[in-house]
C-alpha cells in the first residue's frame, strides 16, 4: 500500500519561505512521477509543479522563479520549496505520486498540508 506523508506547512509573513516534504511509504516513489498540487478556498485544485524519475520538472506560471520541486530518491521523499510567498499561495498543498500498474496510470494523494501566507 502506497502511503504519502506531506509535512513542512505553516503561516509564513509575505515575502518568506517554507519547504514542504512528502515522503513516500511503498515501493512506487522511484517511478513515478510525483507532484504537488494546492487548493485554495473556494478554488479548484491546480497543478503547482511535477518532477518526473528522470527529473524533469514542469511549474504553473505563478510559481516559475519561485518554487523549485526536488526530489529524493534514496529517501523517497519530494520537495517543495517556495520562496517570495505570496499571499495568494495561501491554500492546501497536496502531494500527489502516479505510477504505471500495469496499462492504467494510477494515482495516489497525501493528506495535504496548510500554507498560510500572511500580509
Known amino acids: 500500500q502506497v502511503k504519502l506523508v506531506e509535512s513542512g506547512g505553516g503561516l509564513v509573513q509575505a515575502g518568506g519561505s517554507l519547504r514542504l516534504s512528502c515522503a513516500a511509504c511503498g515501493s512506487i516513489f522511484s517511478t513515478a512521477v510525483m507532484a504537488w498540487y494546492r487548493q485554495a478556498p473556494g478554488k479548484q485544485r491546480e497543478l503547482v509543479a511535477d518532477?518526473?524519475?528522470?527529473?524533469?520538472?514542469t511549474y504553473v506560471d505563478s510559481a516559475k522563479g519561485r518554487f523549485t520541486i526536488s526530489r529524493d530518491n534514496a529517501k523517497n521523499t519530494v520537495y517543495l520549496e517556495m520562496s517570495s510567498l505570496k499571499v495568494e499561495d495561501t491554500a492546501v498543498y497536496f502531494c500527489?505520486?502516479?505510477?504505471?500498474?500495469?496499462?492504467?496510470?494510477?494515482?495516489?494523494w497525501g493528506q495535504g498540508t496548510q500554507v498560510t501566507v500572511s500580509s
Open positions: 518532477i518526473t524519475k528522470g527529473d524533469s520538472t
Open positions: 500527489n505520486a502516479v505510477t504505471s500498474i500495469g496499462d492504467s496510470l494510477v494515482p495516489y
